[in-house]
């Protein structure tokens, strides 16, 4: 049984339910007798009491059609390995659940063939688990929808304040929304601490933040000189270096000159030209972005270095990888920036005009520390952005964790460093896996900061215009 099926019966339900809310609203308005003195009137239009059944049909059906398509699965699992079929099957690993997902295929017909003759012995307990447990799931689904709009259609009234219901659940459901990037948040810190927990159990959390020295193995054996491979400062130098040094270097001037030309010296067609011209950087993938640096800056930078006698000038550097996340990052400069100065208010422009300045004294002067914090906003956003960034630097900036200022040596990431760590067939319960999540909490709680900064200075921002 398709898993979408159960769903597409609360709707049906559903439906039926709104017919029958709105045939019995119609009849309630149709008894009503004008000429009696105390006449039944509808509290609300007939449309809400249809609402109201139909919502009551719906939401615990489709509640229970949604926790019935997580939990059916294990319960198929374990109906079929409580098979006498199912005993010849190996304790644990791949090889078991590649026999399992060919029965399944077999039993569901998305299969005709399979590789081991294990799997088509199991084919009839996954069908007679697949017809059971559908079954229970469609009767249970019908019964709940049933059962939920039949008690709504029997609350329903002349005086019934259906309205009212209904803009309670709709209110209900627009809280659960509201609360879906809080909940994210929260399960994303949970896991990232549940793991970063287990790293410091081994791992000293003062070696890994402040050791120099970064050569994570993940077939070494655990000892007493593990925490002196996780010095992971180097990592932390090199994000804020490419992302926040380099970066913003190239970001920051050409974001901020660009959206003084567009807001002061543009005229009107070129600013509708140029305006989304410039934000499609911000729209062009990360990867492309790699490319770009890895096939045609990194080589340049490279023989740049070479040319002017910096013998150290590696194909794979610092430079190459920042100077193409400042690019990309322009749009976000530019963007805040622009937006800032254009809410700066139209009196401050005439009245420094007015004293005799000229324009580029008024924006020096005026706009730019005006719209001073909208700008530093935008910067903060942009760096939380650099240094998050993943794919330019694996595919420019190199692996190797070094503390060095020269932008011409290859420098690794955080982010590099967590890509490396969690690809591969590394064991979950080795430190060198667990070091990702670590990385990963260090680098979450930093751009979580940033966000938190740039928007309480947009807030200030707006507070002081509004």
Do not use: C
Not at 26 to 33: D, E, I, S
């Amino acid at each position: 049984m398709s898993p979408a099926i159960p769903f597409l019966l609360a709707l049906g339900l559903a439906l039926f339910g709104w017919l029958g809310g709105r045939a019995r609203a119609n009849l309630f308005k149709r008894n009503a007798a004008p000429s009696a003195s105390r006449a039944p009137v509808l509290h609300s239009l007939p449309a809400y009491h249809a609402w109201f059944v139909a919502l009551a049909a719906l939401v615990p059906s489709a509640l229970f059609a949604l926790v019935w398509s997580a939990a059916s699965p294990s319960l198929l699992i374990a109906r079929v390995l409580a098979d006498p079929a199912a005993k010849a099957l190996p304790a644990f690993g791949i090889k078991r659940d590649s026999i399992l997902s060919e029965a399944y295929a077999l039993a569901t017909g998305n299969a005709t063939t399979a590789f081991d003759p294990l799997s088509r012995a199991l084919v009839p307990a996954y069908r007679s688990a697949l017809e059971f447990y559908g079954a229970i799931g469609l009767a249970a689904t019908l019964v709940l929808g049933f059962a939920g709009g039949m008690l709504a259609w029997l609350r329903l009234r002349p005086d019934f304040k259906a309205r009212t219901q209904v803009e309670r659940i709709v209110m209900g459901a627009l809280l659960l929304a509201s609360l879906v990037a809080i909940l994210t948040t929260l399960g994303i810190v949970a896991s990232l601490m549940f793991e970063t927990f287990r790293f410091f159990e081994i791992v000293s959390p003062l070696k890994f933040l402040f050791g120099t020295h970064w050569s994570p193995d993940p077939m070494a054996t655990i000892g007493s000189a593990t925490g002196d491979n996780y010095g992971a400062l180097p990592l932390f130098w090199g994000t804020i270096y490419i992302g926040a040094v380099i970066a913003m270097i190239v970001a920051i001037p050409l974001g901020l000159m660009s959206a003084i030309y567009l807001t002061q010296y543009a005229t009107p067609t070129m600013r509708r030209w140029m305006k989304p011209l410039l934000e499609i950087l911000a729209g062009v993938p990360t990867v492309v972005y790699g490319y770009f640096a890895a096939l045609t800056v990194a080589p340049a930078i490279r023989d740049f270095g070479h040319a002017v006698g910096i013998a150290s000038a590696s194909s794979e550097s610092a430079l190459a990888a920042g100077v193409v996340m400042g690019i990309m990052i322009i749009p976000f400069v530019s963007s805040m920036a622009d937006d800032s100065i254009a809410a700066v208010p139209q009196a401050m422009r005439d009245g420094s005009l007015a004293m005799g300045a000229t324009k580029y004294e008024t924006i020096r002067r005026v706009l730019v520390p005006a719209a001073l914090p909208g700008i530093v906003a935008g910067i903060m956003l942009a760096v939380s952005r650099a240094i998050g960034e993943t794919m330019i630097v694996v595919m420019a900036a190199g692996a190797t964790a070094r503390m060095t200022a020269n932008p011409f040596e290859s420098m690794t990431t955080v982010t590099f460093q967590i890509v490396a760590m969690l690809t591969g067939e590394g064991s979950f319960d080795h430190p060198a896996t667990l070091s990702a999540f670590a990385l990963g909490m260090v680098l979450f709680l930093v751009t979580l900061t940033l966000n938190f900064i740039a928007l309480r200075v947009v807030k200030r921002f707006r507070e002081a215009y509004d």
